[in-house]
DNA sequence: ACTGATCCATAATTTAAAGTTATTGCAACA
DNA sequence: TGTTGCAATAACTTTAAATTATGGATCAGT
């Protein structure tokens, strides 16, 4: 008889405030010599009566009554965690922290972020916004849920859903709005603007040119997309960005947009979590809602990218 | 699976802390296991995933981390019951509420409190003064631990112990100092003042007397003993007052003191509590205490009582 | 004072919970 | 591609907690 048990405290309770074994038994659900035996060896336990009974009831002893309000509080402590989790069940709670790509974060975390919080009242929402290997060590390493980067990661020990493709739209000098639309190759030969190391975006659009990332080029990089779209407009050479930089990106520099033909260039976007992670139903659901957001977003963007 | 157990918080707890379900079983001195299943059942209870288990490292959800500071408050809680059951074991603790009659209040309990308090560091003494069957009738009721009066009581639920005896002394106005000390007979056609109705000293009294307490007699109340020598002091009468109030009630009154001859009046002091009492033992231990103030008390007491 | 009723404690037994050892299965890593 | 580390599962044993039945004390009413 080492240790009390919860059980102990809630018979002892109900005895306190009933003061008969036989109706505090029967408030329990439980036998009366059940109750008599558990209360007997809580007080064994703690070592000192905590009721005295006599013929024609059963009161607390002094030592009773300061057991019993300790004994309050635990039990209440117990309640509000039941009910807690009560609340917390089948539901997003507490706290969600999701990493986005910057090549993303500023066209889609406006929207999904109202949506999130408009479908999750409550939820503590982190954000975090980086490149995808930081993403992807943060969410190995427990320090992210999840996280919304071009796919595929392949990464084993991740699950990857699929989000949304979306195409790599060329931004030229306004003076060349009339100029033929070039190709992978003829690209290649042009002066293409692209983001520093470490943005999969930069990657991308190497691949769409052939080009090896690592080979030493005459390129400039710029630290973001915007950074970019107004070297463009400097007629300091061209770049792309993706469909979804468009309506924020040139809204006031004077480019022009041109979708290639095909084969187009596009990535796909997705979410990612740890396989373990065990949010997986409730992230499907986010990814769900994420999907949503960027479906009514690319439509309003439609108009702003009928560029060709 | 109603609700959770104790022992499943502190499973927990110890898993949050290690991080290792081996190693936390160690920690609880139980099998890997049988970790597993309480957190499992755990988990299932409360509804939702508390841990999550990746291949090398098992770390706490979000919803884990917010029920783990709720778990630490829940066993802090229990800690704190079992330590203050643990510091109150074996010793008189906590309340303690003595009863005591007039007639021996004002003597005993200066020097008691002071013992008692020394022998029971710690303990919340309350002390309430009124008439045996007021203090009976508390006591019988659970609102009084143990009460101080004359024995006998004989109620059958009650315990009594005695613990000392007192001789009634005479108390006469200082002239007749000389005159010879009347005995029950002459005493009886003497105008003797007693306390008022309720009070045992007074039925000992008039016992003594051969008087029945509920006859009409020519005699006038007084309220407290100090009165009744005040009167006597006034020429009013004499009385007869416990030889433990000598000391304090004839300090300033100017009146003569006397013993009986035998058969002396006496009256046997004691105390009782409710044979259900947990409180028996403890109890005994403090009639000891309480037995040797008194015998402290007669001791200092004999000189001024030197009065035949 | 006997008698019946009330009520808690105890005993014997059954049922449920928690623990054990042995084994399986999954990931990570060399 | 084994090998290793670690948690989950299975089969079984032990311990804990319940049940029903019974006993003994106390109080109330005849």
Redesign the pocket.
């Given at each position: 008889m080492d240790q009390f048990?919860l059980?102990?405290l809630r018979y002892f309770e109900a005895l306190a405030q009933h003061g008969?074994?036989?109706r505090a038994a029967e408030a329990c659900?439980?036998?009366?010599?059940?109750l008599?035996?558990?209360?007997?060896?809580l007080e064994e336990t703690l070592g000192a009566a905590l009721f005295e009974?006599?013929?024609?009831q059963?009161r607390l002893t002094g030592f009773g009554e300061d057991v019993a309000a300790k004994v309050r509080d635990i039990l209440r402590g117990t309640d509000e965690l039941a009910d807690f989790a009560r609340l917390s069940r089948d539901r997003l709670t507490g706290r969600l922290r999701i990493g986005v790509i910057p090549t993303i974060a500023p066209y889609l975390l406006p929207t999904i972020i109202g949506d999130l919080t408009r479908r999750y009242p409550g939820l503590d929402m982190r954000l975090r916004e980086t490149v995808t290997p930081r993403l992807i060590q943060e969410l190995a390493e427990g320090r992210l849920d999840t996280a919304i980067v071009a796919l595929p990661v392949s990464e084993?020990?991740f699950t990857e859903v699929p989000l949304f493709s979306e195409e790599f739209i060329l931004v030229r000098p306004s003076g060349d709005a009339d100029k033929p639309v070039p190709n992978a190759e003829t690209l290649r030969e042009m002066r293409l603007l692209l983001l520093e190391e470490g943005h999969c975006f930069r990657d991308q659009a190497l691949s769409f040119c052939n080009m090896n990332s690592s080979l030493p080029r005459e390129l400039l990089d710029g630290s973001s997309l915007s950074t970019l779209v107004q070297m463009v407009g400097a007629g300091i050479g061209v770049t792309l960005i993706p469909e979804m930089a468009v309506p924020v990106e040139t809204r006031s520099a004077s480019v022009s947009l041109a979708r290639f033909d095909a084969p187009r260039p596009s990535r796909r976007i997705g979410m990612i979590w740890r396989?373990t992670t065990p949010l997986a139903d409730q992230l499907r659901e986010v990814a769900e809602v994420v999907r949503q957001s960027a479906e009514t977003l690319a439509g309003q963007t439609a108009g702003a990218t009928a560029c060709t």
């Open positions: 048990t059980r102990q008969h074994f036989g659900a439980i036998s009366q010599p059940a008599s035996v558990q209360i007997r060896e009974r006599s013929a024609r059963v084993p020990s396989n």
